[in-house]
């Protein structure tokens, strides 16, 4: 069936290194991508997005990257910091149901200071 | 400014009982969305709306479920006859474009439900 997926559900990183949180997808259909991220007691909160005729996409400390080979895609957070720590969530959508997002299960970001 | 706004933040009821949690949108926002989030899990699509009209609502679980936008601004999201496995945050969401758009969601802070 169709999915969207995270390797790891937890990832921790020291206060200032580099984090790369991925996700992969099993529908070739998919053509956007959004990265969210979840404060405890919150809403997912819009981090960055990405559409498939794109493999790149850079924001403030943030950058996707879109794999369409593979159907993987990575957010990669520059020196992270502690106000990072949270849950993060890749979604996926089809212009053929653009109303749906179909959301991975969450990698969970700790920053040890 | 506001963001998208959900009432009760808690909720608690008793197996059987009928319970409606509100969504207020983002002011001019067309399209809005319900998702249920199980604990540790990622966000489960319900239902969403176009304006008023309800274009999809594949994701609803059962026939217990209702959701409606009559005036294509606040919604309503009710559960009828509640079930412990219907324990959950639902979450609402809002976005300016309409769905033919690639536009991101803005998400409430959710309604946590706890059928006792």
């Known amino acids: 069936g169709e999915s969207v997926g995270l390797h790891l559900p937890t990832l921790s990183v020291q206060e200032g290194d580099n984090s790369i949180i991925n996700c992969a997808y099993s529908n070739s259909a998919s053509d956007y991508f959004i990265w969210y991220k979840q404060e405890s007691g919150k809403g997912p909160q819009f981090i960055i997005d990405?559409?498939?005729?794109?493999d790149k996409r850079q924001g403030q400390r943030v950058t996707v990257l879109l794999n369409k080979t593979v159907k993987h895609l990575s957010l990669q957070i520059a020196a992270t910091q502690p106000g990072d720590s949270a849950v993060y969530f890749c979604?996926?959508?089809?212009?053929?149901?653009?109303?749906?997002?179909?959301f991975g299960d969450g990698t969970t970001l700790t920053v040890k200071p | 400014g506001a963001g998208v706004s959900q009432s009760p933040r808690y909720k608690v009821a008793k197996r059987g009982q009928d319970v409606a949690l509100r969504c207020d949108p983002i002011s001019g926002h067309v399209s809005l969305f319900w998702y249920q989030q199980a604990l540790g899990q990622g966000p489960e699509f319900l239902t969403y709306?176009?304006?008023?009209?309800?274009?999809?609502k594949s994701g609803l679980p059962s026939d217990r479920f209702f959701a409606e936008r009559p005036e294509g601004s606040v919604s309503t999201l009710k559960i009828q006859r509640t079930q412990q496995e219907d324990s959950a945050v639902y979450l609402c969401?809002?976005?300016?474009?309409?769905?033919?758009?690639?536009?991101?969601?803005?998400f409430g802070n959710g309604t946590r439900l706890t059928v006792t």
């Open positions: 969401a809002s976005s300016l474009a309409g769905v033919s758009y690639n536009s991101p969601l803005h």
């Open positions: 979604a996926e959508r089809r212009s053929t149901n653009a109303g749906k997002s179909t």
């Open positions: 709306f176009q304006n008023e009209a309800q274009l999809d």
């Open positions: 990405i559409r498939s005729n794109m």
